[in-house]
């Protein structure tokens, strides 16, 4: 018991110091700089047809560099902030235009307020049932998912001006290590929720945490030589870890999630275990899943997303609230 106890007081100060480096971030996120409008990509109906993308002016020069992915221009606007004025280069229609552009707000005012509020869910989420269920086998590993996925959320990259050297590279690695970490854990979730399973089955997640943990080391090396010796992001291998390795490892992640906890509701003896099983289910399938397949993988395979952040916030916060519904065993 008195072991426990310290598990909890560590993680719970560990949260504490999340949150007050997230509360650093929201500064960051509150002056982020974005794209105009006709560089952006956007889906102008909800019929989530491709029929309907308006097709951004492509960049091809950004302040007088090269921009072949769209995740490079991202990175160059974390050094800058808004109405800084830029020069970009783009190409629409096989025209080459060149002008000169005020960057304006990546989020709204309220868009913003929605990610942060949505983000406090997900972190008490995981507090509250650490503490309430701090003697079920599943209480850690929900509470570390929340958390990193809160982590994902507010954690996203605001800009390299404003703090020193030290505080962005702690910030950007949390973020990193949330984006690695998250399919690991939701596979653990899968497989020692509602009840616990035996350690041989845990096993098979061995692959996994040292992919996380792989991923992770190899980021954090890169992402220390662009902060700290100004190494060019394009000579390092920190763009593909953080696009393809780290989308594609999500999506693998999420969708065994769902096989291993419908096999656990389709074997598991007792009708309550199987109910709480089907609340994670549509949980993660109104959340999670609608990024996977409406952001993530059209991302991947078309270049641009099919939903807006704000539609990704609002679905995703249902998540939480089910699994909120199915630990406390509600009908």
Known sequence: ??????????????????????FFNCILL???????????????????????????????EFDGKAMDKSVL???????????????????RNEKIFEKKVILPEHYKRTDLIILIIVTLLYFFTGIYILI???????????HMLSICTAVMLIYDWGDLTTYSKILNFIIMAIYEIGIFMVPTLFLHFSFNYPAYRSKVRLVLLVP?????????????????????????????????????????????????????????????????????????????????LVYVFLYLIPRLLLGFELVSEVFLDLTIIVAPIMLLISVSRRK
């Open 1 to 22: 018991m008195v072991v426990l106890k310290n598990k909890i007081f560590i993680l719970l100060i560990i949260d504490f110091i999340l949150l007050v480096l997230a």
């Open 30 to 60: 509150w002056n982020k700089a974005g794209l105009p409008q006709e560089y952006k990509s956007n889906i102008n109906s909800f019929s989530f047809d491709v029929r309907h993308i308006n097709k951004g002016e492509r960049i091809i």
């Open 73 to 91: 221009i991202d990175f160059h606007l974390m050094h800058h902030k808004i109405n800084d004025t830029v020069n970009i280069k783009s190409i």
């Open 132 to 142: 309430k269920y701090r003697s079920s086998e599943f209480a850690i590993v929900i």
């Open 208 to 288: 996994f945490y040292f992919m996380s943990f792989v991923c992770i080391i190899i980021t954090l090396i890169n992402l220390s030589r662009i902060i700290f010796f100004n190494i060019a992001i394009e000579k390092t291998y920190f763009l593909q870890f953080y696009t393809y390795i780290a989308d594609i490892f999500l999506v693998i992640g999420l969708i065994l999630t769902v096989a291993k906890l419908e096999h656990s509701a389709l074997t598991i003896t007792g009708a309550l275990s199987r109910k709480q099983i089907y609340w994670a289910l549509l949980g993660i399938s109104f959340g999670p």
